[in-house]
């Protein structure tokens, strides 16, 4: 079945340590994005990419880096200079990302919490 | 800065109740509009898209009014199964990104 994996569901991390969450999609999907959600907030977007090679920040991207080598794989990793970074971090797809009528597909989440 | 706004909820109905969601979004050149389903820790699912002549899916109706700028969801017959929070989702004309809201909750009791 095509769909979109997150590792690790759940990760425990102290703070100062840098964490990489990862993202991996079998639905030849060109578009990339990774959201952050927080208790009783709507998603906020962190990072995007619409293609290999390519990404753009998001709403919230400071503290957070990401890479695109392959299609397929879109890491985050959650920088000790990100403030809050306990949080359900999500990860989505599309087609492409210049289309209005493209909708997310998204992975079952990491659960990230700092000690 | 874009927004998209939801009443929270909770909105708690009995099973077969007829329960109605509103979202009001503050771009008037937003062009394509979802609803999206989020059950407790998990991820969201997509519900509905909505067109603007509106559109029904069983038991789910979804309008858009872009006069007002507001998008609803009308459930009818609840179910238990129902029970999760709607997050509404809004994308703007020629932006590759989504702007969701920050969900409604529906709890239906037997």
């Known amino acids: 079945d095509g769909g979109i994996t997150q590792s690790p569901k759940y990760l425990f991390r102290k703070e100062g340590q840098n964490v990489t969450l990862s993202c991996e999609q079998n639905?030849?999907?060109?578009?990339m994005y990774w959201y952050r959600q927080d208790p009783g907030q709507g998603l906020r977007l962190i990072y995007y990419?619409?293609?290999?090679?390519?990404?753009q920040k998001g709403d919230i991207a400071e503290g957070y880096s990401v890479s695109r080598e392959k299609k397929e794989s879109f890491p985050l990793t959650v920088t000790s200079a990100q403030k809050n970074p306990t949080a359900f971090y999500l990860c989505a797809s599309t087609p492409s990302a210049n289309s209005g009528a493209n909708v997310l597909t998204f992975g079952a989440g990491s659960r990230l919490t700092v000690l | 800065r874009k927004e998209v706004e939801q009443d929270p909820g909770p909105f708690n109905v009995p099973e077969g109740a007829t329960v109605a969601f509103n979202c009001t979004y503050s771009n008037s050149a937003s062009q394509s509009f979802f609803w999206y389903r989020q059950d407790c820790r998990k991820e969201p699912k997509l519900l509905m898209s909505?067109?603007?002549s509106g559109n029904e899916d069983g038991r789910f109706t979804a309008q858009l009014n872009r006069a007002s700028q507001y998008i609803s969801l009308l459930i009818r017959d609840s179910k238990l199964s129902d029970s999760a929070t709607y997050l509404c989702v809004v994308r703007d004309s020629g932006y590759s990104t989504l702007t969701f809201g920050k969900g409604t909750m529906l709890l239906v009791s037997p």
């Open positions: 639905l030849n999907h060109d578009a």
């Open positions: 909505v067109y603007s």
């Open positions: 990419s619409q293609i290999v090679n390519d990404f």
